[in-house]
């Protein structure tokens, strides 16, 4: 069985996310994401991008959503991605629930939901898909949708399930039972085609149901439907997050045991078997390993390089502090490993910016700073202050 080192594994990361040279031209933002890019918190997926496309404009993203382009899904562990749109395919129908599966997002949180009504997504989630597609149009924030979807339901279900839908939510105030029902599944309506998310308004996204949405989107690439996007997506993942395990696979699609293992074949078709880190894994086969990474680099809050990189990615005793629950910093890498983190901090128009961790050469505090001067002018502030690690 081939060892991968960390060294090599570092190399083919950093290579396989367009981080070691900026994309650019007709195709660069559809070559950047080959997993789409989570975006949420609002923003951090054309923060991404910032980093691999060189020549992406301002407010590019929410026009490409707005035109096509690009989708905005749930998709992925139930999070907003966004991805070429004739590539959904690989991110929403390959990741449906077979019988005997559980929903991405739905599981396990619904269970509880289902057992006050009496009333399971077998027989819930088909009129769910029905609401979506006979809403009049567009809806503005997740909350409205919930009880739009869950008002149109309510006249719909069966009688002695109406007066436990219109109950309390087990899960917060504000929110009635059938409303929690409602979110639970919304990812899986999603993920069959009846809803997508349109460009924001704000910080909330409008959601354009069924048809509204499907008439702004190309026609899907034939050649990801089905087990064919179910393989890709497998390839994917391994060319991306290799070596990885079943469960790493699992945690990151956020689907239920059974699935991830129905997955997992496929991609033991397209990968081989190695050792990483002492354990047993899946990569995909060997070729050329690039050039080891040298430098240093910034990478916002949440950037995909860094997902379940927590025991090899950064240095020790960094990990609590690049991966928190909720407020991730940016990351700062050296040679592909983060060796600190970095903050902003925006005053109006100005951005002060504080990062912690390793010390930095002169030249490697001019090439940060000048990477910040680039993305503050992306983000339309001016660059007022930088803490430097001491």
């Given at each position: 069985?081939?060892?991968?080192?960390?060294?090599?594994?570092?190399?083919?990361?950093?290579?396989?996310?367009?981080?070691?040279?900026?994309?650019?031209?007709?195709?660069?933002?559809?070559?950047?994401?080959?997993?789409?890019?989570?975006?949420?918190?609002?923003?951090?997926?054309?923060?991404?991008?910032?980093?691999?496309?060189?020549?992406?404009?301002?407010?590019?993203?929410?026009?490409?959503?707005?035109?096509?382009?690009?989708?905005?899904?749930?998709?992925?562990?139930?999070?907003?991605?966004?991805?070429?749109?004739?590539?959904?395919?690989?991110?929403?129908?390959?990741?449906?629930?077979?019988?005997?599966?559980?929903?991405?997002?739905?599981?396990?949180?619904?269970?509880?939901?289902?057992?006050?009504?009496?009333?399971g997504a077998d027989?819930?989630?088909?009129?769910?898909?029905?609401?979506?597609?006979?809403?009049?149009?567009?809806?503005?924030?997740?909350?409205?949708?919930?009880?739009?979807?869950?008002?149109?339901?309510?006249?719909?279900?069966?009688?002695?399930?109406?007066?436990?839908?219109?109950?309390?939510?087990?899960?917060?105030?504000?929110?009635?039972?059938?409303?929690?029902?409602?979110?639970?599944?919304?990812?899986?309506?999603?993920?069959?085609?009846?809803?997508?998310?349109?460009?924001?308004?704000?910080?909330?996204?409008?959601f354009w149901p069924?048809?509204?949405?499907?008439?702004?989107?190309?026609?899907?690439?034939?050649?990801?439907?089905?087990?064919?996007?179910?393989?890709?997506?497998?390839?994917?993942?391994?060319?991306?997050?290799?070596?990885?395990?079943?469960?790493?696979?699992?945690?990151?699609?956020?689907?239920?045991?059974?699935?991830?293992?129905?997955?997992?074949?496929?991609?033991?078709?397209?990968?081989?078997?190695?050792?990483?880190?002492?354990?047993?894994?899946?990569?995909?086969?060997?070729?050329?390993?690039?050039?080891?990474?040298?430098?240093?680099?910034?990478?916002?809050?949440?950037?995909?390089?860094?997902?379940?990189?927590?025991?090899?990615?950064?240095?020790?005793?960094?990990?609590?502090?690049?991966?928190?629950?909720?407020?991730?910093?940016?990351?700062?890498?050296?040679?592909?490993?983060?060796?600190?983190?970095?903050?902003?901090?925006?005053?109006?128009?100005?951005?002060?910016?504080?990062?912690?961790?390793?010390?930095?050469?002169?030249?490697e505090r001019e090439?940060?700073?000048?990477?910040?001067?680039?993305?503050?002018?992306?983000?339309?502030?001016?660059?007022?202050?930088?803490?430097?690690?001491?």
């Amino acid at each position: 069985m081939r060892e991968i080192t960390r060294a090599e594994a570092v190399a083919r990361r950093l290579a396989a996310h367009h981080l070691t040279a900026p994309l650019s031209g007709e195709g660069a933002v559809e070559q950047a994401l080959p997993l789409g890019v989570q975006d949420s918190p609002p923003g951090m997926g054309e923060a991404a991008l910032f980093c691999r496309v060189g020549d992406l404009a301002p407010g590019w993203v929410e026009e490409a959503v707005a035109s096509g382009t690009l989708c905005r899904c749930w998709s992925f562990r139930g999070a907003p991605y966004l991805f070429p749109a004739a590539q959904r395919g690989l991110f929403l129908g390959a990741l449906c629930a077979r019988e005997g599966e559980e929903w991405i997002y739905a599981y396990p949180g619904f269970a509880p939901v289902a057992a006050r009504l009496g009333l399971g997504a077998d027989r819930l989630l088909p009129l769910l898909c029905q609401a979506a597609e006979e809403l009049p149009g567009p809806v503005t924030g997740k909350a409205e949708l919930d009880r739009q979807l869950a008002d149109w339901l309510a006249p719909r279900l069966p009688g002695d399930v109406g007066e436990r839908w219109e109950s309390p939510s087990l899960y917060g105030p504000n929110q009635r039972l059938g409303e929690a029902a409602v979110s639970f599944l919304l990812r899986a309506c999603a993920l069959q085609g009846h809803l997508v998310l349109g460009p924001r308004r704000g910080r909330s996204p409008l959601f354009w149901p069924g048809d509204w949405g499907r008439k702004r989107l190309p026609p899907a690439d034939s050649t990801l439907l089905g087990e064919g996007g179910q393989r890709e997506l497998t390839r994917r993942f391994l060319a991306l997050y290799g070596p990885a395990t079943e469960g790493e696979f699992a945690a990151f699609l956020g689907c239920c045991p059974r699935q991830g293992k129905r997955l997992w074949a496929l991609a033991k078709q397209v990968g081989e078997p190695v050792s990483f880190l002492g354990r047993p894994a899946l990569a995909l086969a060997a070729g050329d390993c690039p050039s080891p990474p040298r430098g240093v680099q910034l990478l916002p809050p949440y950037d995909p390089y860094l997902y379940g990189g927590r025991r090899w990615l950064c240095e020790e005793g960094l990990a609590g502090q690049l991966w928190k629950t909720v407020g991730n910093p940016g990351a700062l890498l050296r040679d592909g490993v983060a060796v600190g983190w970095w903050r902003g901090k925006a005053s109006g128009k100005n951005w002060s910016v504080q990062l912690k961790g390793s010390p930095l050469s002169p030249g490697e505090r001019e090439g940060t700073a000048a990477w910040l001067e680039r993305y503050a002018a992306f983000r339309g502030l001016r660059l007022k202050a930088v803490e430097w690690p001491t």
